[in-house]
Nanobody, 121 residues
Framework: VQLQASGGGLVQTGDSLRLSCLASGLTFNKYLMAWFRQAPGKEREFVAISTRYAASVKGRFTISRDSVKNTVYLQMNSLKPEDTAVYYC?????????????????????WGQGTLVTVSS
């Protein structure tokens, strides 16, 4: 299984970016796909899955998936310096636990390598 994240870069406050994560080696429709991020000196945190978003990104970020391309996207608008982090995509089987504990990184089986997003002020 491989998750390949891309799309990060250096942008300015207020700009937009779209991250992509191509999944291979798994049956895509049997997995929930999420985005997490880790800022320098901080723990990894949940960002988005399906219709659930972290409070800090709600209304600015949108997650979507294309089952034909086996790809999950994260559209990030109105970026802020505090969004600076390495962004990771992750995959977890569709189980009942995921509906309640989707924010728990330990439930995810597979992780991408991360893509760096830097937002300058």
């Amino acid at each position: 299984v491989q998750l390949q994240a891309s799309g990060g870069g250096l942008v300015q406050t207020g700009d937009s970016l779209r991250l992509s994560c191509l999944a291979s080696g798994l049956t895509f429709n049997k997995y929930l796909m999420a985005w997490f991020r880790q800022a320098p000196g901080k723990e990894r945190e949940f960002v988005a899955i399906s219709t659930r978003y972290a409070a800090s990104v709600k209304g600015r970020f949108t997650i979507s998936r294309d089952s034909v391309k086996n790809t999950v996207y994260l559209q990030m608008n109105s970026l802020k310096p505090e969004d600076t982090a390495v962004y990771y995509c992750a995959a977890a089987p569709r189980t009942s636990d995921m509906f309640s504990y989707y924010y728990n990184a330990e439930l995810y089986d597979y992780w991408g390598q991360g893509t760096l997003v830097t937002v300058s002020s």
